[in-house]
């Protein structure tokens, strides 16, 4: 049968192998949903087609049996009727459908077997169907937590870059500090050695001043006083 041909790859298939080889798991899932359902569709038709032929076939050997033996019952009343021609007619009858049983039984058999295949395969595929749509959210969501991972990884990596602009900055602003430290230093060598005594003097010339002024002032009241 060629529907039994079409549908051996379905039979020999294996949804686990499948899905681990695919490239894009969340993509693949959803397109064997859709071929699957497609498939079961068809599957279905004929599987009901097959097992109407196997219950035709069925019943043809049931009325063949029922006839062979109605047959003898009538050559038997024939006999006992004492009509040894007609008893004879009959079973030339019962012999007649004999070699018809036969050949329905051939075809029931035939159509028997092709009706159990079919079962199988549409069993087989309704259970690959209910495997992946129990499978399909829990291989979605391990999808996009594999693609998060890997986002993360990009970002760990770039985080990665950005620590070592930092160290090079850190090295570089180091290397300003020094030149600083360094033109302070030479600025300060360059304005010569200070003038340590004139800074004491001037220290205490100031108290002096200070002191004289209040000389003056105590001298001017003492002569209000005495003149």
């Not at 894009?24 to 097959?50: C, F, H």
């Not at 090295?171 to 004491?200: C, I, S």
Request: glycine share 4%; net charge neutral; proline share 1%.
């Amino acid at each position: 049968m060629s529907i039994i041909s079409r549908f051996k790859d379905i039979m020999a298939s294996n949804i686990n192998a499948l899905l681990d080889n695919a490239e894009n798991p969340e993509k693949m899932i959803d397109q064997y949903l859709r071929n699957l359902n497609s498939d079961l569709g068809k599957v279905k038709s004929e599987t009901a087609s097959v097992m109407a032929e196997e219950q035709r076939s069925k019943r043809q050997v049931d009325e063949c049996q029922d006839d062979i033996e109605k047959m003898e019952r009538y050559a038997i009343k024939a006999l006992e009727a004492g009509n040894e021609g007609d008893a004879r007619k009959f079973l030339e009858k019962k012999a007649s459908m004999a070699a018809k049983l036969s050949e329905l039984q051939a075809a029931y058999q035939l159509a028997s077997a092709n009706s159990l295949q079919m079962k199988q395969m549409h069993d087989k595929l309704v259970a690959d169907i209910g495997e992946l749509e129990s499978r399909r959210n829990m291989l979605k969501a391990k999808w996009s937590v594999a693609k998060t991972q890997e986002r993360m990884n990009k970002l760990g990596a770039s985080t990665a870059h950005s620590g070592q602009s930092i160290s090079a900055f850190e090295r570089l602003e180091e290397k300003v500090n020094r030149a600083l430290d360094t033109a302070n230093a030479m600025a300060e060598l360059n304005a010569g050695p200070k003038d340590e005594m004139g800074d004491l003097t001037a220290k205490y010339d100031d108290k002096m001043s200070v002191d004289v002024d209040k000389e003056l002032a105590a001298l001017k009241e003492k002569m209000k006083k005495n003149g």
